[in-house]
């Protein structure tokens, strides 16, 4: 898969060659969650779109998980790791204010030699790792590049104090190898991005694992960077592959895969791409039971009022199934995975579809950072995707995973805020439960650096 260098042009389809996908093999059941929370049934798997969040004791973090994944995909696709130019990590899971993730995965290189390998960590809550991905693309198809690949890793363990915001956790990381002539290739030229000072999530307190959060703040703010890229895009791909004078649709895209917080987010946000569309055209009779809404245009209206977004989550819900609920899956039952939501997805969708579905298809995609940044792109998938079903098996490995309750899962949370800042300790959590290939905490010493060990 390493490229030669081009002499007087960029390389061709650049893109993604392959995907990882590592989840914790622990759980908790979001009914069981519900009961036990007290809440009523239904908040959760109805409300939240959720229903299993993937589950960290002490024996996992940033660091276990990025290495894990880093080497399952470099043992799955036979890679050599002096074939890797550049390795940049996407995270907001911040356990050291100066040393990078990036230099921690550097010791996989140790025994290949390789040293010459560009790239540190990116943070900006969950679009790290798509800024990453961004990175990894522009270096591939820059003066900088030495006919290698690029790597980037996302990754994340997404956890929160109890209250509202708990059942929203979960915890991933995903790897993606990128360099020219791919399967799954980025279309240039279209990336729309929308960035803003906002206080929607942020983490002000660097001893704490959990965020400050405003919920129903954050969702707003979503919904309003899908509309703002979403715009942008129509018009950036409609000049650069079709007709400037009629903007692409949704109807237009085969797949999407978005930032999944929670999935009844990613159900509302594509009705709003719809929502989008019909603005542009609201006479149109495709959008006559919808067409009352298209009164609201753009206001702040527009983003409260539960009619439209009933409305539009209603139109779209046959769309909705066959576009957007095959890249939700491991979402859906893993939860938030911060930067590796949306990456998780593209894996989802990828792991799942056959060829006939998915080959000469284009996937939108749609990232989101609280704070915040957000990007609308897309991909074209111009080769067989059989190597991403054959090496993902995302649903095969979610059914194997071991189940805990929900009182568990509250102490694992509790062991973690205990621990979180201590040195010279040695982690307690249950090293059996861990999957085979899985890197593991051993210790933290007295000078708090970290050791680790893999099943």
């Not at 650049?14 to 590592?22: D, K, R, S």
């Not at 079709?242 to 930032?259: M, R, S, T, W, Y």
């Not at 006479?283 to 527009?302: C, L, R, T, W």
Request: charge should be negative.
């Amino acid at each position: 898969m390493v490229g030669s260098i081009p002499s007087n042009s960029f390389p061709a389809n650049v893109g993604i060659h392959a995907l990882e996908f590592y989840f914790p093999t622990k759980f908790v059941d979001q009914t069981e969650l519900e009961q036990f929370d007290g809440v009523s049934a239904g908040k959760y798997t109805i409300g939240l779109g959720q229903n299993k969040m993937a589950v960290c004791d002490d024996r996992e973090d940033i660091n276990s998980i990025s290495l894990t994944v880093v080497q399952n995909l470099v043992e799955k696709h036979n890679i050599s790791f002096k074939d890797i130019g550049y390795l940049e990590v996407g995270t907001e899971s911040i356990i050291d204010k100066s040393k990078s993730v990036k230099t921690v995965l550097m010791s996989l290189f140790e025994e290949s030699g390789n040293h010459d390998v560009e790239g540190i960590d990116t943070k900006n809550a969950c679009y790290g790792g798509t800024a990453s991905v961004f990175n990894a693309v522009n270096w591939v198809e820059s003066s900088s590049w030495d006919g290698r690949l690029a790597l980037v890793v996302a990754a994340d363990i997404a956890s929160y104090a109890e209250g509202p915001a708990r059942p929203t956790g979960g915890a991933g990381a995903v790897a993606i190898l990128i360099g020219p002539d791919a399967p799954v290739v980025f279309d240039q030229g279209v990336r729309s991005t929308h960035m803003n000072h906002l206080w929607d999530f942020y983490k002000p307190e660097l001893a704490s694992e959990y965020p400050t959060v405003d919920g129903h703040f954050s969702n707003t703010c979503y919904i309003r960077s899908v509309d703002a890229c979403y715009s942008l895009f129509t018009k950036k791909f409609s000049k650069r592959y079709g007709n400037a004078e009629k903007l692409i649709k949704v109807q237009d895209l085969d797949h999407l895969a978005f930032h999944a917080p929670n999935c009844k987010l990613v159900q509302k946000a594509f009705g709003r791409l719809a929502y989008n569309d019909m603005l542009q055209d609201p006479e149109n009779e495709i959008y006559a039971s919808v067409k009352e809404y298209a009164k609201f245009g753009h206001s702040e209206e527009s983003y409260y009022d539960k009619g439209l977004e009933r409305g539009m989550m209603q139109f779209t819900k046959a769309d909705y199934q066959k576009k957007v609920v095959p890249s939700i899956y491991a979402s859906t039952n893993v939860g938030n995975m911060y930067t590796a939501s949306v990456w998780a997805c593209l894996s989802s969708l990828l792991s799942s579809t056959p060829d006939e579905e998915i080959v000469d298809k284009r996937i939108g995609m749609f990232s989101y950072g609280s704070g915040s940044a957000a990007t609308f792109f897309s991909l074209k998938v111009v080769a067989s995707a059989q190597k991403f079903r054959d090496t993902l098996l995302i649903k095969d490995r979610l059914e194997k995973r071991v189940k805990v309750t929900p009182q568990i899962f509250a102490e694992h949370l509790k062991l973690r805020e205990e621990t979180a800042q201590l040195k010279d300790y040695n982690p307690i959590g249950d090293i059996s439960t861990l999957a085979k290939g899985t890197y593991y905490l051993e210790r933290i010493d007295e000078k708090f650096r970290r050791t680790y060990k893999r099943v």
